[in-house]
Nanobody, 123 residues
């Protein structure tokens, strides 16, 4: 079993920055990756970024490439999402997830999910 707890969301003006954190506990290393996804009202949950536990390979959605950075601290079982140059269209609930065995960018490939943290970007 894996438990995930996100934090760091909030309200920020366009152009600002936030850093999300996700603390994982349990058998996280049986899965290849941890990912961040987001869901805006009325829209499907979409991939944002992912990082592999071993090797540290990173993957990004085109919409966030160059603005967001995913990183991890294996010793602490924490994954971060640094979000810079935020835009109103980044407004969503952000979820971290563990899994990725069938593709690190595929939502259905993830087995465990956190409760989500709200990010709101004002124009």
């Amino acid at each position: 079993q894996v438990q995930l707890v996100e934090s760091g969301g909030g309200l920020v003006q366009a152009g600002g920055s936030l850093r999300l954190s996700c603390v994982a506990s349990g058998r996280t290393f049986s899965s290849p990756a941890m990912g961040w996804f987001r869901q805006a009202p009325g829209k499907e949950r979409e991939f944002v970024a992912a990082i592999t536990w071993w090797g540290g390979g990173t993957y990004y959605a085109d919409s966030v490439k160059g603005r967001f950075t995913i990183s991890r601290d294996n010793a602490k079982n924490v994954v971060y999402l640094q979000m810079n140059s935020l835009k109103p269209e980044d407004t969503a609930v952000y979820y971290c997830a563990v899994g990725g065995s069938m593709g690190v960018m595929t939502r259905t490939s993830y087995d465990y999910w956190g409760q989500g943290t709200q990010v709101t970007v004002s124009s």
